[in-house]
């Protein structure tokens, strides 16, 4: 299939879904809250997490990511500086006496796409923030999201014309593998382009948080827990400030989940994510990595067997080492240990990866 077809069929699939968006107060943000954090120093302190509703990604627009449907989430109607102003300063208002009453605290400013983007949020808008953010005190650390592209010089600059504290950009770098990250994610994204953002931000003191996904489509869960380890640790070297490992979750209205429906894809097994999250803390002990548990032991996020009391232990685990680092919480045993064993022998023997457990139950009764 020409690479032009293919993403013709990615615009499809994503436009279909898109007529689907219901139209929302272009005033409000998407959700807004507060939660306990790990900083950049290791430190644990309070968060302010703003998911500001923009008109989306623009590379999801093309198409996307393999995985990626937080289009979704996007305003199908144009919206202004204002709109995004006035989505800002409501969260900070709701949250504005809690704020001043705290020794210090974070900020992050999430759009499902790219901050840094002006199409998604405009200058003016970003000045406006940013000079908000810079009359607290208080405020530790900034975190953005935004892809490599929009990392430049200008945008860099802007945000230090007006913030000194800590900063923070978090990229989907996904995969380390160029191959990986292009065939089975489709990022659209060159090995060039990350470490071209991750050298400029150094220039402005500016981190690069890592996000890195655990289990794209295509590959085996065992190449998928070498493509984590490796990833993060090159991530490391080049000079990223943070990992945040992401477990894949099924999203609707994704590639992701017409193979999931098929039973091509399952993913990862929770015993995958602490081994990843061992091995990688153990190489880089002094580096900060943490893992998102959003969809965790649901049927569409990472599980192990189905209605097992583990999968709700290692949710806990996970989300327990991310604020206190410390990997003696990774350990734990569980009998459905030994069906994960059992389906990384198995799934090596497959000529494509296997589906849900189901699946493996009858795959292993062939192989008896």
């Known amino acids: 299939m020409k690479k032009e077809n293919y993403k013709d069929i990615l615009k499809k699939i994503r436009e279909s879904h898109l007529k689907r968006r219901k139209i929302k107060d272009k005033n409000r943000p998407i959700a807004v809250w507060?939660?306990?954090?790990?900083?950049?120093?290791?430190?644990?302190?309070?968060?302010?997490?703003?998911?500001?509703?923009?008109?989306?990604?623009?590379?999801?627009?093309?198409?996307?990511?393999?995985?990626?449907?937080?289009?979704?989430?996007?305003?199908?109607?144009?919206?202004?500086?204002?709109?995004?102003?006035?989505?800002?300063?409501?969260?900070i208002e709701k949250y504005k006496d809690d704020l001043k009453n705290l020794r210090d605290f974070s900020v992050k400013i999430f759009t499902s796409g790219s901050f840094l983007d002006d199409r998604e949020v405009?200058?003016?808008?970003?000045?406006?923030?940013?000079?908000?953010l810079s009359s607290f005190d208080n405020l530790k650390e900034i975190a953005i999201e935004s892809r490599p592209e929009f990392?430049?010089?200008?945008?860099?600059?802007?945000?230090?014309?007006?913030?000194?504290?800590?900063?923070?950009?978090?990229?989907?770098?996904?995969?380390?593998?160029?191959?990986?990250?292009?065939?089975?994610i489709n990022k659209g994204i060159t090995m060039e382009d990350i470490i071209k953002a991750v050298e400029l931000s150094k220039n402005y003191n500016i981190g690069i948080k890592a996000y890195l996904l655990i289990?794209?489509?295509?590959?085996?869960?065992?190449?998928?827990?070498?493509?984590s380890i490796h990833s993060a640790i090159s991530c490391i070297k080049i000079g990223c400030s943070r990992i945040s490992f992401c477990p894949a979750t099924v999203h609707k209205g994704s590639v992701m989940e017409y193979f999931f429906n098929k039973n091509q894809y399952r993913p990862p097994f929770l015993w995958s994510i602490l081994e990843i999250l061992k091995e990688v803390k153990k190489t880089c002990p002094n580096s900060l990595i943490m893992c998102d548990t959003a969809g965790v032991g649901s049927e569409r996020g990472a599980h192990n067997l189905k209605n097992c009391k583990c999968n709700k232990i290692i949710k806990n685990k996970l989300e327990t080492?991310?604020?206190?680092?410390?990997?003696?919480?990774?350990?734990?045993?569980?009998?459905?240990?030994?069906?994960?064993?059992?389906?990384?022998?198995?799934?090596?023997?497959?000529?494509v990866p296997l589906g849900d457990e189901t699946k493996l139950i009858k795959t292993l009764d062939y192989y008896s």
Request: proline residues 2%.
């Open 122 to 132: 405009p200058k003016k808008a970003r000045a406006h923030i940013y000079k908000e």
């Open 34 to 91: 507060m939660q306990d954090d790990i900083y950049r120093d290791f430190k644990i302190g309070k968060s302010l997490t703003i998911i500001l509703r923009t008109e989306g990604c623009y590379y999801a627009k093309e198409g996307g990511c393999l995985m990626c449907s937080y289009l979704m989430d996007s305003s199908p109607e144009k919206l202004t500086a204002e709109n995004i102003i006035n989505q800002f300063d409501y969260a």
């Open 215 to 227: 289990k794209p489509l295509f590959i085996r869960e065992k190449e998928a827990i070498l493509d």
């Open 151 to 184: 990392i430049t010089e200008n945008r860099l600059s802007e945000i230090r014309d007006h913030l000194s504290t800590n900063v923070e950009i978090g990229v989907g770098i996904e995969s380390f593998n160029e191959e990986i990250r292009e065939k089975a």
């Open 321 to 351: 080492f991310t604020l206190t680092q410390n990997i003696k919480i990774l350990d734990y045993e569980c009998d459905c240990k030994e069906v994960w064993r059992s389906y990384l022998e198995v799934e090596e023997k497959n000529i």
